[in-house]
């Protein structure tokens, strides 16, 4: 058992704060309950003036970028979105091998348990080392102690050797583990594919994870290439009838995809940094309802700042209140737990020093969230019961040899590029 003494607990759902010692049960299904007292002899983590609410989920994730940051320019400046994929991205997935996966899956997931999240639902592209690289991810996670969802991005843009190698490495993995199966996007991936893949996810009890509109291109050569829109064309495979499944981003919708998308059973997935980042769009709620979802889409791991950014960029497409900020951040522990995906449990604790000025109350809880809350306030981070962030530091994971093995295989990785 692990023992929280003197925690200010804020029910995530209610966000009303109560006071008291805690008990957090270890395992997938550990509960967390309050206590009069801290049993004799046993050892307690002190909470005081500290706020324990659940910890966040990015529900989606690309780790494979995360070496990415400061790497050497494209050899011309991208000129617009496909530019950006050709020049940048695609370009780095391709030299990725299973030493630089690890690297990055290790970064990536510290970076995020030291930002309050203890669950990724990730979306994986190293299409010239893609055999064994979901389990490779899957380990450096267990090692972290995060949850998480799993996914190759399968795609036609590499040839038909690159997607079989993609199929059969998600089939393996789907044998063995809790996942999705993962796509590119319409405007590279045939019907041969897609189907292959959708008969893939009903198969093995899953849901697909793909980018949809994530910028106009995509609309107009769906348009060109099968005479409809995205949602269209996944709304007549009924894969959006899955619960599990997940369209990221969704920018470049008209009236009918958001009314199809609304009559499905699916989830959309905000990622407004990279929207910014790639200048494809901003993201519109209007019409769609509210299984709406937030990620990172690779940027960093921080969903404090990839609430706070969805949050401000509504405010320039009629608005959005900090609750309903709050909720949409909350959303995704509701995905996990209706689909049945494990590691996500009420034992999964984020402890934040955040000491402000003014008070805080249910009533005002969403706007400590958006205002007052960041990343840097992240001072301890429970994991199915167990303690994996210690006043700043992982307990799991040795740190600085880490990023000793990043910086080595940043450097193979650059100098590729």
């Not at 510290?110 to 991810?137: C, E, Q, R």
């Not at 001072?379 to 093995?405: A, C, N, P, Y």
Request: net charge positive.
């Amino acid at each position: 058992m692990l023992y929280l003494r003197n925690a200010s607990f804020v029910d995530w759902r209610t966000l009303k704060v109560r006071r008291g010692h805690l008990e957090v049960a270890p395992g997938a299904a550990g509960k967390v309950r309050f206590i009069s007292r801290i049993p004799r002899g046993a050892k307690a983590l002190d909470c005081s003036e500290r706020l324990v609410t659940k910890s966040f989920v990015i529900a989606h994730h690309h780790l494979y970028s995360a070496l990415a940051c400061g790497m050497p320019m494209a050899a011309r400046a991208p000129k617009n979105f496909p530019d950006m994929l050709k020049l940048v991205w695609w370009n780095l997935d391709r030299e990725l091998d299973k030493a630089m996966i690890r690297a990055c899956a290790l970064a990536g997931g510290i970076a995020a348990a030291k930002a309050g999240s203890t669950f990724i639902i990730d979306h994986h592209s190293s299409p010239n080392a893609v055999k064994g690289s979901l389990g490779i991810i899957a380990d450096a996670l267990d090692e972290i102690g995060l949850g998480h969802l799993l996914c190759v991005e399968l795609s036609d843009r590499d040839g038909k050797a690159k997607r079989e190698a993609g199929l059969e490495e998600t089939d393996n993995y789907l044998r063995k583990r809790q996942g999705l199966v993962g796509l590119h996007a319409s405007f590279t991936v045939g019907d041969d594919l897609l189907y292959r893949a959708i008969a893939m996810a009903i198969g093995r009890n899953a849901g697909l994870h793909i980018h949809v509109a994530e910028a106009i291109d995509d609309q107009k050569d769906c348009v060109k290439t099968h005479g409809m829109r995205v949602v269209q064309r996944l709304a007549r495979t009924g894969i959006l009838e899955s619960p599990k499944t997940l369209l990221v981003h969704g920018l470049h919708l008209n009236a009918q995809e958001r009314a199809l998308f609304r009559s499905s059973r699916s989830w959309i997935v905000q990622n407004e940094e990279s929207n910014q980042n790639n200048a494809v769009g901003g993201f519109d709620a209007k019409g769609l309802g509210d299984r709406l979802l937030l990620g990172t889409d690779g940027m960093h791991g921080d969903m404090l700042a990839s609430t706070r950014a969805a949050y401000l960029a509504a405010q320039g497409r009629g608005g959005m209140s900090p609750l309903a900020a709050y909720r949409r951040l909350r959303r995704a522990h509701d995905y996990l737990s209706e689909n049945g995906f494990s590691g996500d449990g009420e034992n999964n604790l984020v402890i934040l020093d955040y000491r402000p000025p003014t008070p805080i109350s249910a009533k005002n809880m969403a706007a400590h969230f958006l205002y007052g809350l960041t990343g840097k306030h992240v001072d301890s981070v429970i994991s199915q019961g167990k303690l994996i962030v210690r006043r700043g530091r992982m307990t799991t994971v040795d740190e600085d040899k880490v990023q000793r093995f990043a910086l080595k295989q940043t450097e193979r990785l650059w100098r590729r590029l």
